[in-house]
């Protein structure tokens, strides 16, 4: 669960966030497309299932990954750009979990 890793639902609609240092950071998820009712998919990724919009995105279709932001899909990606992204995304999770140089966690 590469993404789950660094991503944590804020709400029901599928924005994404993690807070990285102090910093809160939005970002576009990565997910396939596996149904689709009256312009709502339910996407999936990483374990993930969820619903978002795709009245930015009306000519995707089951089976396209889309970049998804704040119940959005916002683009169709191909699959090997939503791979790339996942495994960046675990990148940065196994980073921000490791302690900076020098620090042993202790007081």
Not at 32 to 57: K, N, P, W
Request: charged share 20%.
């Amino acid at each position: 669960m590469a993404a789950a890793g660094i991503l944590c639902s804020v709400n029901a609609a599928s924005s994404t966030s993690r807070r990285i240092k102090g910093q809160l950071m939005c970002l576009a998820l990565p997910m396939r497309i596996i149904s689709i009712d009256e312009g709502i998919a339910t996407i999936s990724a990483e374990g993930l299932e969820q619903r978002a919009s795709l009245v930015l995105v009306p000519d995707a279709r089951p089976g396209d990954c889309v970049l998804v932001h704040a119940g959005f899909a916002i683009s169709i990606i191909d699959e090997e750009g939503a791979a790339e992204t996942l495994a960046l995304f675990a990148e940065i999770a196994a980073c921000a979990d490791e302690p900076p140089d020098g620090d042993t966690g202790g007081a």
